[in-house]
């Protein structure tokens, strides 16, 4: 009797231990500023739920605008996968024309128009493949 005690506690405890032993997450990058036009823009990467931008005007120090790049949500369940499995930062910041360029850890890519405050999600498209056609 006092052995079956022993494997219940050891179960319970090696599937509580297992999703937090998964759920460990590297730390995020420090994203350098960019200056572009008189304008700073800084990715704080504080969270990981939320990755935003910051316009800052080099000459006053003042912000100008926040911006949210992309947001993720997410349910606490005291069973299962943990919270920092929802994480992701941004790892790069690129700057082309008037549009900032930003790619995830995850490798997703989304491009904010600086004029317009507009953010939309970069597809990449595979190139066409043409088929062989097979000879008689």
């Known amino acids: 009797m006092r052995i079956r005690h022993y494997i219940h506690i050891f179960v319970f405890l090696f599937i509580s231990a297992v999703p937090s032993a998964l759920a460990k997450h590297v730390a995020a990058a420090i994203i350098e500023p960019i200056v572009h036009k008189g304008v ?17 005007d080099v000459q006053t120090g003042r912000k100008l605008w ?13 069973i299962g996968r943990t919270e920092c ?4 930062w941004i790892t790069s910041v690129a700057v082309q024309t008037d549009i900032l360029i930003f ?8 491009a904010l128009d600086t004029r ?3 953010i939309r999600p970069i597809k990449e498209t595979q190139p066409n493949y043409v088929r062989r056609q097979s000879t008689p």
């Open 66 to 78: 926040t911006k949210t790049v992309f947001r993720h949500w997410y349910v606490p369940i005291p």
């Open 116 to 118: 317009t405050g507009t």
């Open 85 to 88: 499995l929802h994480y992701e």
């Open 103 to 110: 790619i995830s850890e995850r490798g997703r890519k989304y």
């Open 40 to 56: 700073r823009y800084v990715v704080p990467n504080d969270k990981g739920l939320r990755a935003y931008v910051e316009a800052w």
